[in-house]
């Protein structure tokens, strides 16, 4: 079954105990990206990569870290997690030409920061 | 920058009614438009993707149309059921001219609440 996955579902952590979240989609999507949802603020992404070893930054990246070295994985570290890091944080994947494309959504995690 | 706005942000309708949801964007420069469904605390589900070119999708009793020039697009439901009770987002794909790169831009929803 076609489908991105993420690791874990919900968390619970303290301010400054370093936490990564996996993302893995098995459909060979170059494009991955993540978003953090808020209420009243929406989706707003945090970071993309285009392909392997190619990142950049998203609309809100301050206090988050990715990487790309395998097609398939697209972790995102939060070195430091602060209370305002609270949220409900999504992988997305679609194909090279994206912008064409249907982006499809893993189940999402739930981070507190405490 | 592209912005997408949802109207109403919440709507509540009786069981068996048709109705239509709206999703405007400043920037008609576009792909593609996706509607999507979300479930409270869930992820989301894609429903319906309309490229650039064209000006509607079906998918069984939803319709969603696009009019790029105008900058808008309407998802309808027909024959409203409990079960689609949720929230209703869209994104618009667009060329970020100042970053250089693509980006996907998401209304804020819409809350639907269909009453039995």
């Known amino acids: 079954e076609a489908q991105v996955t993420q690791n874990p579902r919900y968390l619970i952590t303290v301010t400054g105990k370093k936490l990564t979240v996996t993302c893995s989609q098995n459909?060979?999507?170059?494009?991955m990206s993540w978003y953090r949802q808020d209420p009243g603020l929406g989706l707003r992404q945090i970071y993309y990569?285009?392909?392997?070893?190619?990142?950049d930054k998203g609309d809100v990246p301050e206090g988050y870290k990715v990487s790309r070295k395998e097609k398939r994985n697209f972790p995102l570290i939060l070195e430091s997690p602060s209370p305002n890091q609270t949220s409900l944080y999504f992988c997305?994947?679609?194909?090279?030409?994206?912008?064409?494309?249907?982006?499809?959504f893993g189940p999402g995690t739930r981070l507190t920061v405490l | 920058k592209q912005e997408v706005t949802q109207i109403p942000a919440a709507l509540s309708v009786p069981e068996g009614e048709n109705l239509v949801l709206n999703c405007s964007f400043t920037?008609?420069?576009?792909?593609?438009l996706q509607w999507f469904r979300q479930d409270p605390g869930k992820g989301l589900t894609s429903l319906l993707l309309?490229?650039?070119?064209?000006r509607e999708q079906t998918s069984g009793r939803l319709n969603a149309s696009l009019d790029k020039s105008s900058g808008r697009s309407t998802l309808y439901i027909a024959a409203s059921q409990p079960g689609d009770s949720a929230t209703y987002l869209c994104?618009?794909?667009?060329?970020?001219?100042?970053?250089?790169?693509?980006?996907?831009?998401f209304g804020k929803g819409t809350k639907l609440s269909v009453i039995p």
């Open positions: 997305a994947s679609t194909t090279r030409q994206g912008f064409y494309n249907e982006q499809f």
């Open positions: 309309i490229q650039s070119s064209q």
């Open positions: 459909m060979n999507h170059e494009y």
């Open positions: 990569s285009m392909n392997v070893e190619v990142t």
């Open positions: 994104a618009v794909s667009s060329l970020d001219s100042g970053a250089g790169s693509y980006q996907l831009t």
């Open positions: 920037d008609s420069a576009i792909y593609n």
